[in-house]
């Protein structure tokens, strides 16, 4: 009785991944608008990207692939293979997507966002960079940037600051839980 007092907290795969993925769903939902206001409103741009609220697609891709990684980087061996199939297949489901699809497309920007940001693991600069690829921001930048085809890092600086609040603490998951 002490041990379960004291103890972690038991969660299954399936519940943990099923809370990831409405949490990842929510968050992009709501987080979005943020990102695309700061995106839209950056003084840095020669033109407005004229980011809509609602093409959050893209971005709520990037969002799982990136909390993908860090699970990867903390979860134990084994587990995290068995989250991210199950997250995969789920957050599949609530977009209507084929898994099959989903997990080309999630392997696609984890290693886009190793190759943008290497030789760096940082996972939160690597989300601001590849929000620039896949929403293809250099053509609004000054003639410098564009051309380098590197985001200016002003707008990067502001970008990566927002795309921390995007990421789960998968260290705190993995001290306060025991996952079955």
Known sequence: MIATLFGKKKISEEKLANVFVNAVLELTEQGFPAVAAEINESPEFLANPNLEDNDDDAFALIV?????????????????????????????????????????????LQGQMERLNFPSKNTVYAMGKVVFARYDLFCFQDTYFREMKAPNPIILKRLNGLMGYFLWNWTEVNEQYRIV
């Open 64 to 108: 799982l692939a990136a909390n993908l990684m860090e699970a990867q980087r903390i979860l134990g061996p084994g587990v995290d293979k068995r989250i991210a199939a199950l997250a995969v297949s789920k957050f599949a489901q609530a977009t209507g997507l084929s898994v099959p699809d989903l997990e080309r497309e999630v392997r696609l």
